[in-house]
């Protein structure tokens, strides 16, 4: 079969595949290498178990990675495969593989995100999975950002030295019970903060007096035009809710974004998300693409 499990004597190879699917360039080549060897390393994911390897004639072609997500029963299924296996017995053997993982971590759930312009839904309804959500590709690329006075007795920052729990904090209370979102503790936010596609200053809080409020974590990904720009996380505190002050936080993370020379800004929004779409229509953002989440229910769960 040409679908194995990861082991660290892979490691190398499989960091520069993922790299050669995205890095057009040595800089994003080098962003991508870095980010997806970080990737590998974060607390809990256990690659040696949860990532299985496509290969082909002794090259690689594909990998699966499996996240648990096991408080809140779920299982997410990352897949990534170069164009020739596309659709083919080997791609859907590669994510038999990654399905048969998941279950087996007595989860409730499993959910695959199929990005744009790929034809993998088609593999995955074949396999037991059903469109569950769909999220809009935003894109901002204005020639300048408007300023934004903060509302009296609010102000930001960015992450310093040892708010590991208070971003934690935040952002457990900012998205517990929103759709897909698992609960983080301090020891996987500490080392996502310190990954090489974020920096400390694209982590900005907003607070009243020393009360925080919400906060944006911006990053940078891969495009066609270079380094992009993306909001990663966004959200406000339940008791702040309903004041507008998302505007404000979005304009934060855009700002420090634009200050480090990034002209284009992304980010995701379920479209189920009415008060979230209006607010990045109006900001400037439009929709370039749709990305479909795909979830099958493993019986007896």
Same mark, same amino acid.
């Given at each position: 079969?040409?679908?194995?499990?990861?082991?660290?004597?892979?490691?190398?190879?499989?960091?520069?595949?993922?790299?050669? =699917?995205?890095?057009?360039?040595?800089?994003?080549?080098?962003?991508?290498?870095?980010?997806?060897?970080?990737?590998?390393?974060?607390?809990?994911?256990?690659?040696?178990?949860?990532?299985?390897?496509?290969?082909?004639?002794?090259?690689?072609?594909?990998?699966?990675?499996?996240?648990?997500?096991?408080?809140?029963?779920?299982?997410?299924?990352?897949?990534?495969?170069?164009?020739?296996?596309?659709?083919?017995?080997?791609?859907?053997?590669?994510?038999? #593989?990654?399905?048969?993982?998941?279950?087996?971590?007595?989860?409730?759930?499993?959910?695959?995100?199929?990005?744009?312009?790929? %034809?993998?839904?088609?593999?995955?309804?074949?396999?037991?999975?059903?469109?569950?959500?769909?999220?809009?590709?935003?894109?901002?690329?204005?020639?300048?950002?408007?300023?934004? %006075?903060?509302?009296?007795?609010?102000?930001? #920052?960015?992450?310093?030295?040892?708010?590991?729990?208070?971003?934690? =904090?935040?952002?457990?209370?900012?998205?517990?019970?929103?759709?897909?979102?698992?609960?983080?503790?301090?020891?996987?936010?500490?080392?996502?903060?310190?990954?090489?596609?974020?920096?400390?200053?694209?982590?900005?809080?907003?607070?009243?007096?020393?009360?925080?409020?919400?906060?944006?974590?911006?990053?940078?990904?891969?495009? %066609?035009?270079?380094? #992009?720009?993306?909001?990663?996380?966004?959200?406000?505190?339940?008791?702040?809710?309903? =004041?507008?002050?998302?505007?404000?936080?979005?304009?934060?993370?855009?700002?420090?974004?634009?200050?480090?020379?990034?002209?284009?800004?992304?980010?995701?929004?379920?479209?189920?998300?009415?008060?979230?779409?209006?607010?990045?229509?109006?900001?400037?953002?439009?929709?370039?693409?749709?990305?479909?989440?795909? %979830? #099958?229910?493993?019986?007896?769960?």
């Amino acid at each position: 079969m040409p679908v194995v499990n990861y082991t660290n004597n892979l490691r190398s190879d499989l960091v520069e595949f993922v790299a050669s =699917q995205n890095g057009t360039n040595d800089e994003l080549h080098e962003l991508c290498r870095t980010t997806f060897d970080a990737v590998l390393g974060q607390p809990g994911l256990e690659p040696t178990e949860n990532c299985f390897v496509l290969e082909v004639s002794g090259e690689i072609k594909g990998m699966a990675l499996v996240y648990s997500e096991a408080p809140i029963s779920r299982s997410v299924i990352e897949v990534l495969t170069s164009p020739a296996p596309a659709g083919s017995p080997d791609e859907a053997a590669l994510v038999r #593989r990654a399905v048969s993982r998941a279950q087996g971590m007595g989860v409730a759930v499993a959910h695959v995100c199929v990005p744009p312009d790929s %034809e993998r839904g088609s593999l995955l309804e074949s396999l037991g999975f059903s469109p569950a959500r769909t999220y809009l590709d935003m894109l901002w690329s204005e020639d300048s950002l408007p300023e934004l %006075e903060l509302p009296q007795g609010y102000s930001v #920052r960015s992450f310093q030295p040892g708010d590991t729990p208070l971003l934690t =904090q935040v952002q457990n209370a900012a998205f517990t019970g929103s759709w897909g979102f698992c609960p983080n503790t301090e020891e996987q936010i500490a080392y996502r903060a310190s990954m090489p596609n974020t920096s400390k200053a694209g982590i900005v809080f907003l607070f009243r007096g020393d009360q925080p409020a919400g906060y944006c974590w911006t990053v940078m990904v891969p495009s %066609e035009n270079g380094p #992009r720009g993306m909001i990663g996380m966004i959200g406000v505190t339940p008791e702040f809710r309903g =004041q507008g002050l998302s505007r404000h936080i979005l304009h934060a993370g855009m700002k420090h974004l634009r200050s480090v020379g990034l002209a284009e800004i992304g980010l995701e929004v379920d479209s189920n998300n009415d008060p979230g779409v209006r607010l990045y229509t109006s900001t400037g953002f439009k929709i370039t693409g749709e990305r479909h989440w795909f %979830e #099958r229910v493993f019986p007896g769960t």
